[in-house]
């Protein structure tokens, strides 16, 4: 054992033991010129058998791990190897394991464990997502560390490895029972993504429950059975999580982040409460629609009635707090007049107001102005015969002049720039290179507009040169052509929040804004400073976006619980640039 008090590799000081496993002795250490800790994970030769074997399967470890970048994921910086001994260095997490406080509290709060549930989907996603795939294979209470600021970080990969399209099965049978999904066990085909999932669905039961499905009764039961309160959405869940047969449970974490995102809505209190209201709400919308189909068809005042009609749209629009009713009047606003821009505009601010741009609504939106449809339309054209629309099962006016609005470029160029910053900003989906690729489609049309307003032109070069950035960075990594990359992204990152700073836009997006240079710094510092961007530069840029968060004021609950989040990021951003940077300076030393 290393002796408390040592200096190792000529920087780092053992302060004290943190924690001990059959193989291993784990540190807490401190890197005194560079004032960091730094937990460092010994594994020695005369404690372990086939030592060999199992010093490969912590280099291998290692090597995977250096090469992520996750506010979830532990970092790796050394590896130190002797004839009798191997030495980890890596990112010291404060807090404890969630199996800790499982000892002491049995279930924990619902509410909390989704939030939890949602950081490890993402961090799950962005695994699956490298090239090629990494499986976890071994997700369960005692890998997630609970840290004082409230959120999560998994640690030891010691059972991930990366899939291989040409396998047929795994080869050895890894994972925890309980926790493990049954392809685990060998004989079942190789584990993949949906292994991942099946081992969250069976955490998340044994966090909200209190019973670990690794002790009697050996099963994972509907929620609900433990504790009626729970609710039926993250029951069902979990349930299509943990399903025995990989077909049948979610196939990626994108789509199981939807449901996570949205459980409430498909809680069955939730959904009963919404069909009463809808049949309701259909019934006199019926009514209404009748009404107005008369009035449209009269010739001599059809104009008039038109503009009436419109206007009416948009008052009851502002008017109801009702979600549906609200969607129902911009889309018939839009049916009655196609070429004008501010239903449009109002319907993607309402879309974009849960700080969310579903697929639905992104179709919707495109159905609108199908003459620049990109992809198909998904259950929205219901009679495609004759181009009628429906939305919730009333029928709209018949979109004959589809293209109208493209006729009124000014117009056509802000709605296309909203679009874009709607993909940019809020688009659900477990990529960015998605939701900025389909970005740029919409921006480029208002780059190449010349009638589109000289603000919205400017700001749409910046983010389609920032969707080009993320479409294309993997491969000049791959053929080593990256540098310089980076400097150009950070550059467009301070001109878009410049131009921000000096034409605000909505709070929404400002905070949206904001998240996306607090994860850029925290995922690039170590690129940005080879491509010379200077260490004060990253902090002086974090400080001001900490400081605008602090003070911004909002009475949007969302927005502010964002502003929240972002704000707990802050610690782990600073701690990147210093890694970053101090490593360069160790290296000269």
Same mark, same amino acid.
């Given at each position: 054992?290393?002796?408390?008090?040592?200096?190792?590799?000529?920087?780092?000081?053992?302060?004290?033991?943190?924690?001990?496993?059959?193989?291993?002795?784990?540190?807490?250490?401190?890197?005194?010129?560079?004032?960091?800790?730094?937990?460092?994970?010994?594994?020695?030769?005369?404690?372990?058998?086939?030592?060999?074997?199992?010093?490969?399967?912590?280099?291998?470890?290692?090597?995977?791990?250096?090469?992520?970048?996750?506010?979830?994921?532990?970092?790796?910086?050394?590896?130190?190897?002797?004839?009798?001994?191997?030495?980890?260095?890596?990112?010291?997490?404060?807090?404890?394991?969630?199996?800790?406080?499982?000892?002491?509290?049995?279930?924990?709060?619902?509410?909390?464990?989704?939030?939890?549930?949602?950081?490890?989907?993402?961090?799950?996603?962005?695994?699956?997502?490298?090239?090629?795939?990494?499986?976890?294979?071994?997700?369960?209470?005692?890998?997630?560390?609970?840290?004082?600021?409230?959120?999560?970080?998994?640690?030891?990969?010691?059972?991930?490895?990366?899939?291989?399209?040409?396998?047929?099965?795994?080869?050895?049978?890894?994972?925890?029972?309980?926790?493990?999904?049954?392809?685990?066990?060998?004989?079942?085909?190789?584990?993949?993504? $949906?292994?991942?999932?099946?081992?969250?669905?069976?955490?998340?039961?044994?966090?909200?429950?209190?019973?670990?499905?690794?002790?009697?009764?050996?099963?994972?039961?509907?929620?609900?059975?433990?504790?009626?309160?729970?609710?039926?959405?993250?029951?069902?869940?979990?349930?299509?999580?943990?399903? $025995?047969?990989?077909?049948?449970?979610?196939?990626?974490?994108?789509?199981?982040?939807?449901?996570?995102?949205?459980?409430?809505?498909?809680?069955?209190?939730?959904?009963?409460?919404?069909?009463?209201?809808?049949?309701?709400?259909?019934?006199?919308?019926?009514?209404?629609?009748?009404?107005?189909?008369? &009035?449209?068809?009269?010739?001599?005042?059809?104009?008039?009635?038109?503009?009436?009609?419109?206007?009416?749209?948009?008052?009851?629009?502002?008017?109801?707090?009702?979600?549906?009713?609200?969607?129902?009047?911009?889309?018939?606003?839009?049916?009655?007049?196609?070429?004008?821009?501010? &239903?449009?505009?109002?319907?993607?601010? /309402?879309?974009?107001?849960?700080?969310?741009?579903?697929? /639905?609504?992104?179709?919707?939106?495109?159905?609108?102005?199908?003459?620049?449809?990109? $992809?198909?339309?998904?259950?929205?054209?219901?009679?495609?015969?004759?181009?009628?629309?429906?939305?919730?099962?009333?029928?709209?006016?018949?979109?004959?002049?589809?293209?109208?609005?493209?006729?009124?470029?000014?117009?056509?160029?802000?709605?296309?720039?909203?679009?874009?910053?709607?993909?940019?900003?809020?688009?659900?989906?477990?990529?960015?290179?998605?939701?900025?690729?389909?970005?740029?489609?919409?921006?480029?049309?208002?780059?190449?507009?010349?009638?589109?307003?000289?603000?919205?032109? $400017?700001?749409?070069?910046?983010?389609?040169?920032?969707?080009?950035?993320?479409?294309?960075?993997?491969?000049?990594?791959?053929?080593?052509?990256?540098?310089?990359?980076?400097?150009?992204?950070?550059?467009?990152?301070?001109?878009?929040?410049?131009?921000?700073? /000096?034409?605000?836009?909505?709070?929404?997006?400002?905070?949206?804004?904001?998240? /996306?240079?607090?994860?850029?710094?925290?995922?690039?510092?170590?690129?940005?400073?080879?491509?010379?961007?200077?260490?004060?530069?990253?902090?002086?840029?974090?400080?001001?976006?900490?400081?605008?968060?602090?003070?911004?004021?909002?009475?949007?609950?969302?927005?502010?619980?964002?502003?929240?989040?972002?704000?707990?990021?802050?610690?782990?951003?600073?701690?990147?640039?210093?890694?970053?940077?101090?490593?360069?300076?160790?290296?000269?030393?």
């Amino acid at each position: 054992m290393l002796e408390i008090g040592s200096v190792i590799d000529g920087k780092y000081k053992i302060l004290n033991i943190i924690g001990k496993g059959g193989m291993s002795v784990v540190y807490l250490a401190m890197n005194e010129k560079a004032n960091k800790q730094w937990a460092i994970k010994e594994v020695r030769k005369d404690g372990v058998q086939n030592f060999e074997v199992v010093k490969q399967g912590l280099i291998v470890e290692t090597d995977m791990l250096k090469k992520l970048k996750h506010p979830n994921l532990p970092s790796i910086v050394d590896v130190i190897e002797s004839e009798g001994t191997l030495l980890i260095v890596m990112d010291y997490i404060e807090g404890k394991p969630l199996s800790d406080y499982l000892v002491d509290q049995k279930a924990m709060p619902q509410e909390e464990v989704i939030e939890w549930a949602k950081q490890l989907c993402d961090v799950l996603g962005y695994l699956h997502t490298r090239k090629p795939p990494i499986i976890y294979r071994d997700m369960k209470p005692s890998n997630i560390m609970l840290k004082p600021d409230g959120n999560v970080t998994l640690i030891d990969f010691g059972t991930a490895r990366e899939f291989k399209e040409s396998n047929i099965e795994d080869t050895t049978c890894l994972g925890t029972q309980g926790y493990a999904a049954p392809e685990q066990f060998g004989g079942q085909g190789q584990t993949d993504a $949906r292994t991942d999932i099946y081992c969250l669905g069976a955490t998340l039961y044994h966090l909200v429950t209190g019973h670990n499905p690794s002790e009697p009764p050996y099963e994972i039961y509907p929620i609900k059975t433990w504790d009626p309160a729970l609710s039926s959405g993250l029951e069902n869940i979990i349930l299509r999580c943990t399903q $025995r047969n990989p077909k049948d449970r979610y196939q990626t974490c994108a789509e199981l982040m939807y449901d996570l995102e949205h459980y409430e809505e498909i809680d069955e209190k939730y959904i009963k409460k919404q069909k009463k209201k809808l049949g309701t709400f259909l019934l006199s919308m019926c009514c209404m629609f009748l009404f107005f189909i008369l &009035a449209v068809f009269g010739h001599v005042k059809a104009a008039a009635i038109m503009a009436e009609d419109y206007d009416g749209q948009m008052q009851l629009a502002e008017s109801t707090e009702d979600y549906n009713k609200t969607v129902l009047a911009y889309l018939t606003a839009i049916s009655i007049s196609p070429g004008s821009e501010t &239903a449009y505009l109002k319907l993607i601010e /309402e879309f974009t107001n849960d700080l969310a741009y579903t697929e /639905e609504e992104a179709d919707m939106v495109e159905c609108l102005l199908i003459g620049g449809l990109e $992809r198909p339309i998904k259950e929205l054209l219901e009679n495609s015969k004759d181009g009628n629309m429906k939305y919730q099962g009333t029928e709209l006016k018949s979109f004959v002049a589809l293209d109208q609005l493209e006729k009124v470029p000014e117009e056509y160029a802000r709605v296309c720039y909203k679009i874009g910053e709607a993909y940019w900003l809020y688009y659900d989906t477990s990529t960015e290179v998605n939701k900025k690729t389909l970005g740029s489609v919409w921006f480029k049309r208002v780059v190449n507009n010349d009638m589109a307003a000289d603000e919205d032109k $400017r700001r749409a070069k910046i983010y389609q040169n920032i969707g080009d950035f993320y479409a294309n960075i993997a491969k000049l990594q791959y053929e080593g052509n990256d540098d310089g990359e980076y400097k150009k992204h950070w550059e467009n990152l301070k001109e878009l929040k410049k131009e921000n700073d /000096e034409n605000p836009n909505q709070e929404a997006v400002t905070v949206r804004l904001y998240s /996306e240079i607090i994860s850029q710094i925290t995922i690039l510092s170590n690129d940005l400073k080879n491509d010379g961007i200077k260490q004060v530069e990253l902090t002086d840029m974090l400080l001001e976006v900490k400081e605008d968060l602090e003070n911004m004021k909002t009475n949007n609950s969302l927005v502010r619980k964002e502003i929240n989040n972002q704000l707990t990021l802050y610690d782990t951003a600073y701690q990147s640039i210093l890694t970053a940077y101090q490593s360069r300076e160790e290296e000269t030393k």
